[in-house]
């Protein structure tokens, strides 16, 4: 199932973190859209010297797994993710670097982009030193795309589900049958 990039308007799912050097996390994709980067100070939209809005990427996925010493919520109420539940990954800056080229490597390899249910590794490689005195050492992270395997169909099914729960909020009346129309599949 595709994705399609959508204005987020729903209530937020707790983020995701990696705090620590070689913590990741194996999920499947839900959704991926671009949202505003905000001034943390101010909470108004940043904007490059054009007037164009500063965009980052932001990740809905169903947690398969997570090692070290991964969480998710806020810093004022950490909770430990848990297999299953649905959690925001926010890019940033090196992130969306590093979800460009796993995308990139995904058409490369599948000849398409990611996809609803699509298993992605993310991982805390590294952090190189800081450029400037003063500031904190620069998060180097990666990302890995895969398709799921036949024995992750439960996974898939469940991150599609999710997928269309967070498209469709509210129930769609059936109106198959109107009109003439027939219940079999065409």
Excluded at 41 to 57: A, C, R, S
Excluded at 101 to 111: S, T, Y
Excluded at 131 to 147: D, L, Y
Aim: glycine fraction near 8%; proline fraction near 10%.
């Amino acid at each position: 199932m595709p994705i399609e990039l959508t204005d987020d308007t729903r209530e937020p799912t707790p983020s995701l973190k990696l705090p620590n050097v070689g913590d990741a996390a194996v999920f499947h994709l839900v959704d991926a859209n671009d949202v505003e980067l905000r001034n943390f100070d101010t909470g108004l939209p940043e904007t490059y010297p054009d007037g164009n809005p500063k965009m980052q990427k932001v990740l809905t996925v169903q947690l398969v797994s997570a090692s070290g010493t991964a969480v998710a919520g806020t810093r004022e109420e950490p909770i430990t993710p848990t297999p299953g539940d649905l959690y925001s990954v926010w890019c940033g800056a090196s992130g969306s670097w590093a979800w460009r080229q796993a995308v990139k490597a995904l058409r490369q390899a599948e000849g398409r982009g990611p996809a609803v249910g699509d298993v992605i590794k993310w991982e805390l490689e590294r952090e190189e030193p800081a450029k400037q005195r003063g500031m904190n050492p620069r998060k180097v992270r990666t990302f890995a795309i895969r398709p799921p395997k036949p024995d992750e169909a439960a996974g898939l099914k469940a991150a599609e589900a999710a997928h269309m729960a967070r498209k469709h909020p509210t129930p769609v009346e059936d109106t198959s049958t109107a009109y003439g129309a027939t219940t079999e599949p065409f």
